[in-house]
């Protein structure tokens, strides 16, 4: 079973710090995606990282795909209160079947 | 709107009971997943069905089944209903022509077994 650890499992920061968020895993994927899922939603994809040592930036995020492709990061610049969410790292298979981390649940304090 | 209809929104049932959850993809979509959301299990993928066929088992148990019927919907049948067994399901939809293809996750079904 493909395991993917993210940590902090909690963030609670004021709007307008930075954070980072990471996904570890054991295992090897061909690609690595970030999605952030809202209370009552399904998640929602915010990146797709395919190589290895990929940095992918998204307005003030930015995604970084670890160079043995088994880690990912995700770091937010100057956070707002929309940026509150759930967000999940999830490993993807050959069969694009998706293996999901433990999730970082992010509040942001007005 | 990601386009992916799942119905009900929430279901409560008791324990020992059989429930269906339904799906129904983005147009043009072919392929559908299952997956389970529990708090101490986090999202698990159950099992994939590729244009009405079964593609990939995750972690599905027994008591649980599912289908894809030619009009692309697809149903997930869960019976022997368990207190453990109350979860999120979501259902996500893909055209999956090529391995990296985005899944669309619709709004999920609330089942609550009591």
């Known amino acids: ?110 | 709107d990601s386009g992916v209809t799942q119905t009900p929104k929430h279901l409560i049932t008791a324990t020992g009971q059989r429930v269906t959850l339904r799906c129904s993809p983005r147009s043009g979509d072919l392929s559908v997943y299952w997956y389970q959301q529990s708090l101490d299990q986090g999202l698990q993928f159950l099992i994939q069905y590729y244009n009405g066929e079964e593609r990939a088992k995750g972690n599905i148990l027994e008591r649980f089944s599912a289908q894809q019927f030619p009009d692309l919907h697809s149903e997930l049948n869960l019976s022997s209903l368990e207190l453990g067994d109350s979860a999120l399901y979501f259902c996500a939809s893909s055209a999956y022509r090529t391995y990296t293809d985005t899944q669309y996750f619709g709004p999920g079904t609330r089942l609550t077994v009591l």
């Open chain 1, 1 to 110: 079973t493909q395991l993917l650890e993210q940590s902090p499992q909690f963030l609670s920061i004021q709007e307008g710090e930075n954070l980072t968020v990471y996904c570890n895993s054991s295992s090897v994927f061909s690609s690595l995606q970030w999605y952030r899922q809202e209370p009552g939603e399904g998640p929602v994809l915010l990146v797709t990282v395919v190589t290895g040592g990929e940095v992918k930036k998204l307005k003030r995020l930015t995604f970084q795909f670890g160079d043995a492709r088994k880690d990912s990061s995700l770091h937010i610049t100057a956070a707002q209160p929309g940026d509150t969410g759930l967000y999940l790292c999830a490993g993807l298979t050959g069969a694009n079947n998706l293996f999901f981390g433990t999730g970082t649940r992010l509040t942001v304090i007005p």
